[in-house]
Nanobody, 116 residues
């Protein structure tokens, strides 16, 4: 079955960095677009970034553009989110997501807390 497992979250000070990973299994990872989303307390889940199947095309939400970088390793079936210059407003649970034949699959999420 399709599985997405995020890791790499934690507590970081403002201005710091984190690298999130999403390890996947159960589907042809290299054929599918991958996304990162986040959900802050009391807010709706929002899209953060996406990357095309081969990795040549990336897109970002305005709120993270220039600070976050999405990448993927198709040999490892893993997608990454490098987060730099973190701000308190980046505090959220971060999820990876893909869509296969009109069905959405999500990971369980990883908590990122930006605080001094």
């Amino acid at each position: 079955q399709v599985q997405l497992v995020e890791s790499g979250g934690g507590l970081v000070q403002p201005g710091g960095s984190l690298r999130l990973s999403c390890a996947t299994s159960g589907f042809a990872f290299s054929s599918y677009l991958m996304n990162w989303y986040r959900q802050a307390p009391g807010k709706e889940r929002e899209w953060v970034a996406s990357i095309s199947s081969a990795g040549g095309n990336t897109n970002y939400a305005d709120s993270v553009k220039g600070r976050f970088t999405i990448s993927r390793d198709n040999a490892k079936n893993t997608v990454y989110l490098e987060m730099n210059s973190l701000k308190p407003e980046d505090t959220a649970v971060y999820y990876c997501r893909t869509s296969i034949i009109f069905r959405q699959y999500w990971g369980q999420g990883t908590q990122v807390t930006v605080s001094s």
